[in-house]
């Protein structure tokens, strides 16, 4: 069974700050997603990753892909409250579906 | 419309009763999946389908648990004889499916379902 698990599960930090959010595996995956879902909506796509060691940066969101496309990381630079929201990180499954990690929730507190 | 459309939004049911619940995905999205998402959990697959293929179904938790789709259309998920457990926003989405490693998936809003 392919599983992605995320740390950490809650973090809580001042607007300013800097974080990095992670998502492992056993398994190789050909690529990684990341979305982000605010309460009462469903999760938006940020970023795929395809090619190991792969960094890819969204304004103040840099993402990594593992070299082994084991692992991701998401990192936010001076962090604000409109960041906060569910981190998800999604990998294909052998079956063709998408997999989800049970994800990091962020509080950014002005 | 321009997005997934899910419905109803909310859902309270008595223990032990049926339930359908709706999606419409984007127009000429091939790839349509059902997911589930306990209250501050992340997001459990049920069932997947792609096109004519049969779906995947290895997700679903239990028998009570059936989806369908017609064709690139609408998909109903049906949960029978409801149980409190059940109780989660149902979350589906869909995709154009042209190349798996670059899919993106765009997410209805959900159906949150209350069993009492």
């Known amino acids: 069974t392919q599983l992605l698990e995320q740390s950490p599960q809650f973090l809580s930090i001042q607007e300013g700050e800097n974080l990095t959010v992670y998502c492992n595996s056993s398994s190789v995956f050909s690529s990684l997603q990341w979305y982000r879902q605010e309460p009462g909506e469903g999760p938006v796509l940020l970023v795929t990753v395809v090619t190991g060691g792969e960094v890819k940066k969204l304004k103040r969101l840099t993402f990594q892909f593992g070299d082994a496309r084991k692992d991701s990381s998401l990192h936010i630079t001076a962090a604000q409250p409109g960041d906060t929201g569910l981190y998800l990180c999604?990998?294909?499954?052998?079956?063709?579906?998408?997999?989800f990690g049970k994800g990091t929730k962020l509080s950014v507190k002005p | 419309g321009a997005g997934v459309s899910q419905s109803p939004s909310n859902k309270v049911t008595e223990k032990g009763k049926d339930v359908e619940l709706r999606c419409d995905p984007i127009s000429g999205h091939t790839a349509l999946y059902w997911y589930r998402q306990r209250l501050g959990q992340g997001l459990e697959f049920l069932i997947y389908f792609q096109g004519n293929s049969a779906p995947d179904k290895s997700g679903l938790p239990s028998d009570r648990f059936s989806a369908e789709r017609t064709g690139e259309s609408v998909s109903t998920l049906t949960i029978q004889r409801t149980q409190q457990e059940d109780s989660a926003v149902y979350l589906c989405?869909?995709?154009?499916?042209?190349?798996?490693?670059?899919?993106?998936?765009?997410f209805g809003s959900g159906t949150q379902l209350s069993v009492l």
């Open positions: 999604a990998g294909r499954g052998s079956q063709g579906n998408l997999i």
């Open positions: 989405a869909s995709s154009k499916r042209t190349a798996a490693t670059n899919e993106k998936l765009f």
